[in-house]
T-cell receptor, first 113, second 109 residues
Framework: KAGVTQTPRYLIKTRGQQVTLSCSPI?????VSWYQQTPGQGLQFLFE???????NKGNFPGRFSGRQFSNSRSEMNVSTLELGDSALYLC????????????FGPGTRLTVT | GQNIDQPTEMTATEGAIVQINCTYQ??????LFWYQQHAGEAPTFLSY????GLEGKGRFSSFLSRSKGYSYLLLKELQMKDSASYLC??????????FGTGTRLTVIP
């Protein structure tokens, strides 16, 4: 069974631009969660999608948004990029809504200059 | 709210045993996860404890005390490849984990 895939793996953007990151979960998994990882703050939850609906949202500004498609693939978008958005963005997939281990993708390393 | 405390860094010798501690505060306890993350890689699941006691097979095991808000990850027969960050996490809701900042373990020969 293929793991979680994320594209692109690396991205360099300029302040003020917007970016879209993609995540394909493990086949059969319907939940996709997004996390931001920085050296200072560690792993922080952004949001979770299940069956194309956002179920949970972390404490991030509205510039961070996401969506999920009918095939469970998910995208997250960050608009008006700031230097502080430089981070590793990880997505994690899980079978459903029960407490279960999450399987993380390799992440997208975003650098904002 | 949630709060997790872990030591920032630890060093241990190859072949030894190391215990990585995690203390947590959370409303509505729903278990505790441990993840391993090698530098530049994705976190990988190690364990999930929901009941008190020590669980695990092989070289890695994890302990939980709900009354003390305390867990630890026990790594035996350390190998160089165990050098990684170890992340303690508690769920806020399903698929929404609150992570500690992690413990970076360095295994030396």
């Amino acid at each position: 069974k293929a793991g979680v895939t994320q594209t692109p793996r690396y991205l360099i953007k300029t302040r003020g631009q917007q970016v879209t990151l993609s995540c394909s979960p493990i086949s059969g998994h319907r939940s996709v969660s997004w996390y931001q990882q920085t050296p200072g703050q560690g792993l922080q939850f952004l949001f979770e999608y299940f069956s194309e609906t956002q179920r949970n949202k972390g404490n991030f500004p509205g510039r961070f948004s996401g969506r999920q498609f009918s095939n469970s693939r998910s995208e997250m978008n960050v608009s008006t990029l700031e230097l502080g958005d430089s981070a590793l963005y990880l997505c994690a997939s899980s079978p459903g809504t029960e407490l279960y281990e999450q399987y993380f993708g390799p992440g997208t390393r975003l650098t904002v200059t | 709210g949630q709060n997790i405390d872990q030591p920032t860094e630890m060093t241990a010798t190859e072949g030894a045993i190391v215990q990585i501690n995690c203390t947590y505060q959370t409303s509505g306890f729903n278990g505790l996860f441990w993840y391993q993350q090698h530098a530049g890689e994705a976190p990988t699941f190690l364990s999930y404890n929901v009941l008190d006691g020590l669980e695990g097979k092989g070289r890695f095991s994890s302990f939980l005390s709900r009354s003390k808000g305390y867990s630890y990850l026990l790594l035996k027969e350390l190998q160089m490849k165990d050098s990684a960050s170890y992340l303690c996490a508690v769920p806020r809701e399903a698929n929404n984990l609150f992570f500690g900042t992690g413990t970076r373990l360095t295994v030396i020969p």
